[in-house]
């Protein structure tokens, strides 16, 4: 009949393109898309790369442990220290807030928490503070070749010229409880001073030591540029204005992050939010390539 002649196959047959479509979209539905917990461990493992990738190279944040920079830092304070620039062959400049592994044993006497095994994994990934490095924090006062002095009852003196400092604790002297010079720094030092001066053992209480109170450029870690923690005390840390004067050297604007003294603590909760927060795009760039793939759309 002309029924039969029309398709040349039975009634209830398919097209051979309609049932390719049709298991295609069957075989997609019955395979379920993967789960957020089997992707938290590649997650995981991409945040963990990055922090520790952020803590070496470009930030890292220190927690403030004692009184030797106020006001201008408090105890509790958390600052982010600049890593990347030093990278590149910049050094700290005068007026700088520079953080710097212990150069001779300023620390020494200080307490130091033995970690257990996972404390030194994680401190090592930016996720925990690394409990067996000593690290300051001070300001950078004169950089190799000044000559830096300061009398008592007298102003702190570079290349010649009276600092104005008014970033100093209130109530406090320049140097009355230490003075010190004429001396010229070496090439490939600096000299360091804390802001609390009257409570803070910096430079001029190391001259004895087998650096003589110099910090080797080598041993900072970067220059501490904002306060980030407590919400209430964010603050970013410029170079004061007198270390700009004229005739004072030729000062190049900082864009190498420096480090002081104080007995600074690392903290790995910033390259750990960083690395966290760089992880999300790659995992779900990647599941959603899984997708596309599996869907065909």
């Avoid at 190279?57 to 620039?85: C, E, H, W, Y």
């Avoid at 005068?94 to 020494?108: C, I």
């Avoid at 600074?264 to 793939?293: C, I, K, Q, S, Y």
Wanted: charged content about 25%.
């Amino acid at each position: 009949m002309a029924v039969g002649a029309r398709s040349g196959r039975d009634e209830g047959e398919e097209r051979p393109d309609e049932a390719e479509r049709e298991a295609e979209d069957g075989g997609a539905e019955a395979r379920p898309h993967r789960s957020f917990w089997k992707e938290l461990p590649l997650l995981i493992g991409i945040a963990l790369l990055l922090a520790l990738l952020i803590k070496t190279f470009l930030v890292q944040a220190f927690s403030i442990p004692s009184d030797s920079m106020q006001n201008t830092l408090q105890r509790g304070d958390r600052v982010l220290v600049d890593k990347l620039t030093p990278w590149f062959g910049s050094e700290p400049e005068r007026g700088e807030v520079v953080v710097f592994h212990d150069p001779a044993s300023w620390l020494a006497g200080e307490p130091t928490p033995e970690p257990n095994f996972a404390q030194q994994i994680l401190s090592k990934i930016g996720l925990m503070p690394s409990a067996d490095e000593k690290d300051l924090i001070k300001r950078t006062i004169a950089i190799g070749g000044d000559t830096v002095e300061c009398k008592k009852g007298g102003p702190v003196i570079v290349n010649g010229k009276a600092l104005d400092e008014p970033y100093i604790f209130p109530g406090n002297t320049p140097c009355d409880d230490a003075p010190f010079g004429p001396i010229t720094v070496p090439k490939g030092k600096i000299w360091v001073m804390g802001d609390h001066r009257q409570n803070s053992q910096d430079s001029r209480y190391h001259m004895q030591d087998s650096t003589q109170g110099f910090v080797p450029v080598g041993k900072v870690v970067g220059r501490a540029v904002v306060v980030a923690w407590p919400i209430t005390r964010w603050a970013t840390l410029p170079v004061p204005d007198t270390f700009d004067q004229p005739g004072i050297g030729n000062q190049t604007k900082a864009t190498a992050m420096g480090l002081g003294a104080a007995g600074l603590a690392p903290v790995g909760l910033g390259p750990a939010a960083l690395g966290l927060v760089g992880a999300v795009p790659v995992v779900m760039w990647r599941r959603r390539r899984l997708t596309d793939g599996t869907t065909g759309r």
